[in-house]
C-alpha cells in the first residue's frame, strides 16, 4: 500500500474455519470471485481475469430489483470497477489496486484493498484493508460490505473443503 494515501480507510477481519491456502485460492479464482465478492443480496459477474501482477480483473456488481435504480455508481442497480494486482503473494496477501467505473467524480480515484491471511489455531485471520477511499464511499459502508463479502467468503471455503 501507497504512504501517499490520502482518503478515508477501513479495515475488517474474520476469523474462517480454513487454511491460508484454501482461501487463498477463492481470493484469487474467477469464478470463486463471482460467488463471494458481492455483499448481501448482490451478484456478480467478472468480464475480464489475468491472474499475475500488473494483470487484474473487470467485475460488475448488481443490486436486487428490490433496490432503488438509482443505487448504483456505475447504471442503475450496477458497481462496475476494475482491480490491478499490485502484489500476488500466495498465500497470505493479495494488494490490489481498484477504479470503480464512475461518471460521478465522488467515486474516481484510486483505492487499495490489501488482503492477508494469517494462519491461527483454529483457523485464518482473514483481514481486508482499505486506503484511499473515494468519497463517494463512506468507511461504515465499505466495512458492512467487506463484512457479508467475509460471510460469504467463509461459507464458499467452509463448503469446500
Do not use: C
Amino acid at each position: 500500500m501507497s504512504a501517499s494515501s490520502s482518503g478515508p480507510t477501513s479495515r475488517v477481519s474474520r476469523l474462517i474455519s480454513a487454511s491460508p491456502e484454501e482461501i487463498f485460492a477463492a481470493l484469487v479464482d474467477q469464478s470463486a470471485l463471482e460467488i463471494w465478492q458481492a455483499p448481501d443480496a448482490m451478484t456478480a459477474k467478472v468480464h475480464e481475469f489475468d491472474l499475475r501482477v500488473g494483470g487484474g480483473y473487470r467485475m460488475s456488481l448488481y443490486y436486487p430489483d428490490t433496490e432503488p435504480a438509482s443505487i448504483g455508481k456505475s447504471a442503475a442497480r450496477e458497481d462496475r470497477f476494475s482491480s490491478r494486482f499490485v502484489s500476488i503473494a500466495s498465500p497470505h496477501r493479495v494488494v490490489q489496486a481498484i477504479r470503480f467505473d464512475s461518471a460521478d467524480p465522488a467515486n474516481q480515484g484510486e483505492m487499495t484493498m490489501a488482503i492477508t491471511l494469517a494462519p491461527e489455531t483454529r483457523g485464518t485471520l482473514v483481514t481486508f484493508e482499505f486506503q484511499n477511499l473515494p468519497p463517494g464511499v463512506r468507511p461504515e459502508d465499505n466495512d458492512a460490505g467487506t463484512r457479508s463479502s467475509l460471510e460469504k467468503l467463509s461459507r464458499y471455503v467452509e463448503s469446500s473443503s
